[in-house]
C-alpha cells in the first residue's frame, strides 16, 4: 500500500487546514501522526475504513475531525483552531490493528509539514 499526503502548509494561529492522504489500497486503519523537531513522534487520529470508530487523543480532540471518503482510497483531516504547539511534520499511516502504537502501522506516507504561526 502506497500513501501520498499532501494539504500541510503555513498557517497564523487559529486558522484551519486540511490534509489528505490517498491510498492505494485498503487496509483495516487510517491514522495521522505527528513529529516536532526534537520530539517523538505523536499520534494525532485514526480512522477505520468503514468509518464507524475513531480515536483522538485529548490534545486534537474538538479540534480536528478525520473523514475517509472510500470511493477515493483518501483520508482527510480538518484542523481547525490551530494553535502553534500543532506545528509539525504529520504523517499518515496504514495499518492492519486499530491501535494508537506508531510500531503497529505497516505503511506510511512520507509527511507533509504543517507551520502554525502565532
Known amino acids: 500500500v502506497q500513501l501520498q499526503a499532501s494539504g500541510g502548509g503555513l498557517v497564523q494561529a487559529g486558522g484551519s487546514l486540511r490534509l489528505s492522504c490517498a491510498a492505494s489500497?485498503?487496509?483495516?486503519?487510517m491514522a495521522w501522526f505527528r513529529q516536532a523537531p526534537g520530539k517523538e513522534r505523536e499520534f494525532v487520529v485514526l480512522?477505520?475504513?468503514?468509518?464507524?470508530?475513531?480515536d483522538y487523543p485529548d490534545s486534537v480532540k474538538g479540534r480536528f475531525t478525520i473523514s475517509i471518503d472510500n470511493a477515493k482510497n483518501t483520508v482527510y483531516l480538518q484542523m481547525d483552531s490551530l494553535k502553534p504547539e500543532d506545528t509539525a511534520v504529520y504523517y499518515c499511516?496504514?495499518?492492519?490493528?486499530?491501535?494508537?502504537?506508531?510500531?503497529?502501522?505497516?505503511?506510511w506516507g512520507q509527511g507533509t509539514q504543517v507551520t502554525v504561526s502565532s
Open positions: 499511516a496504514a495499518g492492519y490493528q486499530i491501535t494508537r502504537a506508531a510500531p503497529a502501522y505497516a505503511y
Open positions: 480512522i477505520n475504513w468503514t468509518g464507524g470508530y475513531t
Open positions: 489500497g485498503r487496509t483495516v486503519v
